[in-house]
């Protein structure tokens, strides 16, 4: 089969972990071990999140007294692509993929007039006490909002229209190229009248980019893997349960946080919409168990045969990152 899968940031540096870069390698040799073996039966092409490493570079950037101004978000991006693209392609030759490793540097597109622009809703960065990101609100100009027992910033995460270098993506996997690519959501562009590109302040969200590269490529599956291992219904009580399975019809009617796993549920939704075909999220540890369907949370079209509990849309859920 043909699979895009999509690496949460927070699955290659966990909460609480210092930013060094030898903690994320660990990780990324660990991913490389899970996915290795899908890479063996299966075409791949990995996106992966940046948002602790974009907003670590972007705090450097903001108190270097040598620059003028921060480094722009956009260049940001591509700083972490170039990174953790190269730790993976290393990382999956080392666990044994012998087939072409390709990591590209890729733009996306975005509406210019997008109303994320005003409502910044993407975590970057680590997480502070409230009083803490406050203070550093105040020096930065950042805009905090909470994300579970800590504050982290936010910024805009506009919608994904287009990936500029889908025509090579296409080549490359045509060749059976492993492809990794959409790195942090991809550099987000805007389109001048004339074809002109320019770089934006924001940081597009990897799961929408992955959705829409997995419609593109014409993927049999999108598998998103993070540091949870499925969707759980009640999450924070002791009543917590793992979700198996989500139909289309029913998924709205739930509430999923916006920058958390709203979004990662609103991706597979627009995949199993645009093409009948399944998705699912779960850990990355259990990467070739959630592809089988024996982990994690699978969302199905709402016509699938309903044979493990089916949420239907008057469930109500607490729903965790």
Known sequence: MRIVVAIGGNALLRRGERPDATVQVDHIRAAAQALA??????????????GPQVGMLSLESENDREL????????????????????LAQSLRNAGVTKPVMSLVTQTLVD?????????????????????????????????????DRWRRVVASPEPRRIIEQESIDRLLD?????????????????????????????VDKDATAALLAVAVKADRLLILTDVPAVMEGFGTPEA????????????????????????IAAC????????????IGSLDDAAAVLAGDAGTVIV?????DTSGRITAGTTAAIQR
């Not at 079209?301 to 045969?305: F, R």
């Open 241 to 264: 349960t793992p979700l198996r399975r989500l139909a289309l019809d029913g998924w709205e009617a739930l509430h999923f946080p916006a920058g958390s796993m709203g979004p990662k």
């Open 175 to 203: 060749h059976e190229a492993l492809v990794i690519c959409g790195g942090g959501g991809g550099i987000p562009v805007t389109e001048g009248g004339v074809g002109q590109l320019q770089g934006v302040e924001a940081v």
């Open 68 to 87: 003028t101004h921060p480094y722009p978000f956009d260049a940001l991006v591509a700083q972490t692509q170039g990174m953790i693209g190269y730790w």
């Open 269 to 280: 939704a627009h995949f199993v919409g645009s093409t009948g075909r399944p998705a699912a």
């Open 112 to 148: 210019a007039s997008d109303p994320a622009f005003a409502a910044p809703t993407k975590f970057v960065g680590p997480g502070y006490p409230h009083e803490q990101a406050q203070r550093l609100a105040d020096r930065h100009g950042w805009t905090i909002a909470v994300d579970g």
């Open 301 to 305: 079209p709402s016509d699938a045969p």
């Open 37 to 50: 073996p899908l890479a063996l039966h299966h075409q791949l092409i990995i996106c992966h999140g940046n």
